[in-house]
């Protein structure tokens, strides 16, 4: 081999082995989508994507598929050596008891206690008293996979939903709870503000918009439109604003 493939080799290892290489493929990823979306094959993209495939679209497989790829990251050590010889580590550690507090979503109360236990966390899950009944059982299912794992069996508790003095008393136990995440509105933001003495990462509040240029293909724009707000109304990201 070359000298000059050697160096190519090399830097091309670099890269995959560099925390840069996911968010490029990502942003690769979504700009040829966008393409896609805008071309004059724009409809029939759309279509594919939801095309059924084993009794689900194939958005759906995509997601999942992209989903068990971050649990596999979760924890990843990176490893390398400088070019002095010096071994360079870096590895994931746990951030110890993350207090998850919620609102009216019950498949949080499995999503976060998956991602707390996986990324080696502690969780403690907050949820609505308007879906304490769902929490309860999905956390009991928790609960039962926590014990046939030969995991400890307080690494996932569930405290009952309750009104603001409540979480008021989560937020300031700086001895036992680590950080706290709230996944809710901007009320329950804001709560958390006043009071809160551990640690809160609080999501960005956004509002996603549809542009409809003046020049468009107005059927494929209302094809686009119509996908964005209905297809999952539920998720964060659908349609909020038509421009």
Known sequence: MSMLQQRLSNTFTKFVDSEKASGIVLMACTGLSLLLANSSVGASYLTLWQRSVGGLSLEHWINDGLMTIFFLLIGLELERELYN???LKK??????VIAIVYEARPNVTVDAAA???KSGNAAVLRGSSSAER?????????????????????AVGLIAGGDRAELADLATQDDYVDLIIPRGGEGLKQALKGVATVPVIYAAAGNCHVYVHADADLEMARNIAYNSKVQRPGRMSKTILLV
């Open 85 to 87: 010889g010096l071994e």
């Open 134 to 154: 769902s929490n309860a059982v999905l956390a009991g299912i928790v609960a039962e996979a926590i014990r046939d794992a030969g995991l400890p069996e307080g």
């Open 91 to 96: 590895v994931r550690v746990p951030i110890g």
């Open 115 to 117: 991602l707390c236990l």
